[in-house]
């Protein structure tokens, strides 16, 4: 899965009616995401994701395959909700656990290859559509001053989908069952790649915006948002 995705997912939150802040910097937060929630700001907007083609393999539960998916729009970020919100202005540590009911990615084109149980052929192309629901994604992040500037010092991150729909146009048995059924399971076992690419592409974009931004000037970004 493509890191601009988990960029997106781990930086962007709607509040839910149960969040309570219990400090200012907790309050700025949640009046900065439900700003950009309702796209009002000048940044990208929650409503649509593109994300650029990527390729993998998979091997696993008796199928060992290839596949590429073209350009992909994802959908429903801007619908989700802060079950947990926890940061402190001394130690510069945000700590989130956010609910995505519903998330719908789409393609107009991918394409696989491979065999299951070593015998039988795999073949798709076509147009692509997969439902999260129920995603559950519990990150914590921490800066620490750099210089003149601000940078990330540690993240961790742990998710949970509770059920994927999948359908590949055009695909050979099994895969969309196999997808339907044991899709999530299957996602759990990319956990290592995700937070890889987070490091290795999200964790230095974000370290370059922050080079020249000291710690109080990113507590004033995140006040007057606009």
């Known amino acids: 899965m493509s890191y601009y995705m988990w ?33 009002v700001l000048s940044i990208p907007s929650l409503k649509s994701l593109k994300i650029p083609p990527v390729q993998y393999n998979y091997q696993g539960r008796g199928i060992k395959m290839d596949y590429s ?7 429903g970020l801007n619908q989700f909700s802060i079950e947990n919100i926890a940061a402190s202005e ?4 945000v700590s989130l656990t956010l609910l995505f ?26 147009k692509m559509n997969i439902v999260f629901r129920n995603s559950i994604i519990t990150a914590t ?4 001053s750099d210089g003149g500037g601000t940078r990330i010092q540690d993240f961790l991150l742990n998710f949970d989908v509770k059920e ?12 969309n069952t196999l997808l ?5 399971q299957i996602l759990e076992e990319y956990y290592s790649t995700i937070v890889e690419a987070l490091w290795d592409y999200v964790v230095p974009t974000v370290n370059d915006y922050l080079l020249e931004v000291p710690p109080s000037r990113l507590l004033q970004i995140i006040v007057h948002s606009e």
């Open 7 to 39: 960029m997106i997912l781990l930086f962007a939150v709607a509040i839910n009616g149960r969040t309570i802040p219990r400090n200012p910097l907790e309050k700025n937060i949640l009046s900065f995401l439900t700003k950009w929630q309702a796209d």
């Open 69 to 75: 998916i073209g350009d992909m729009e994802l959908t």
């Open 90 to 93: 001394k130690t510069l540590e």
């Open 101 to 126: 009911p519903v998330l719908t990615l789409r393609s107009e084109h991918y394409k696989l290859y491979g065999r299951a149980y070593y015998v039988y052929p795999l073949r798709g192309s076509g």
């Open 141 to 144: 992040v921490r800066f620490t």
């Open 164 to 175: 994927i729909e999948a359908d590949l146009e055009n695909s050979s048995w099994p895969i």
């Open 180 to 184: 339907n059924t044991e899709g999530a």
